[in-house]
T-cell receptor, first 113, second 111 residues
Framework: DARVTQTPRHKVTEMGQEVTMRCQPILGHNTVFWYRQTMMQGLELLAYFRNRAPLDDSGMPKDRFSAEMPDATLATLKIQPSEPRDSAVYFC???????????FGPGTRLLVL | DAKTTQPTSMDCAEGRAANLPCNHSTISGNEYVYWYRQIHSQGPQYIIHGLKNNETNEMASLIITEDRKSSTLILPHATLRDTAVYYCIVRVANTGNQFYFGTGTSLTVIP
């Protein structure tokens, strides 16, 4: 049963620290999405990649957030420095081709103190 | 992509059909209707999608009106595990572009 995996599942850190979240898309999927979910804003798209190339990162605060795909099996989302307002659940999703179906990972629950 | 309007919340008795409405009056001819759901503390899950014909799969049925300005997701026999937030999304198919998740409908299945 192929699944998207995300690590870590939970992260508590202090303001100013660097946070790195990792995602392993389903093997063979060529599109990867990063979302952030908070109670106030709901589910927001931060960035997405196709064939490892960034297609849209307009939803991401550029000064502190960065997203990369070092290879087809790994996507990373980094926050440096982290701030309390970054506290949220970060989801990764993957799909293939026209991406009619996105498969979501379990999320990383981030708390910045 | 066209905007959708859904009720904020709904209740449904266990074992009964849950009918979740969605309005998408500005939908374009090449836009599909997609439904996802998010069970508490999990990532969203794909349910079904369609263009203009009614669709059915093992999870649900999708009924789209003839003018395509609205649709209804039907869970034929709701169970407690169907308690979730249901998102109706309109999007051009096969573009590989992102889905815009709104606020959805919070469905509570009552024992």
């Amino acid at each position: 049963d192929a699944r998207v995996t995300q690590t870590p599942r939970h992260k508590v850190t202090e303001m100013g620290q660097e946070v790195t979240m990792r995602c392993q898309p389903i093997l063979g999927h060529n599109t990867v999405f990063w979302y952030r979910q908070t109670m106030m804003q709901g589910l927001e798209l931060l960035a997405y990649f196709r064939n490892r190339a960034p297609l849209d990162d307009s939803g991401m605060p550029k000064d502190r957030f960065s997203a990369e795909m070092p290879d087809a099996t790994l996507a990373t989302l980094k926050i440096q420095p982290s701030e309390p307002r970054d506290s949220a659940v970060y989801f990764c999703a993957s799909g293939f081709g026209g991406v009619e179906t996105q498969y979501f990972g379990p999320g990383t629950r981030l708390l910045v103190l | 992509d066209a905007k959708t309007t859904q009720p904020t919340s709904m209740d449904c008795a266990e074992g009964r059909a849950a009918n979740l409405p969605c309005n998408h009056s500005t939908i374009s001819g090449n836009e599909y209707v997609y439904w996802y759901r998010q069970i508490h503390s999990q990532g969203p899950q794909y349910i079904i999608h369609g263009l203009k014909n009614n669709e059915t799969n093992e999870m649900a049925s999708l009924i789209i009106t003839e003018d395509r300005k609205s649709s209804t997701l039907i869970l034929p026999h709701a169970t407690l595990r169907d308690t979730a937030v249901y998102y109706c999304i309109v999007r051009v198919a096969n573009t590989g572009n992102q889905f815009y998740f709104g606020t959805g409908t919070s469905l509570t299945v009552i024992p």
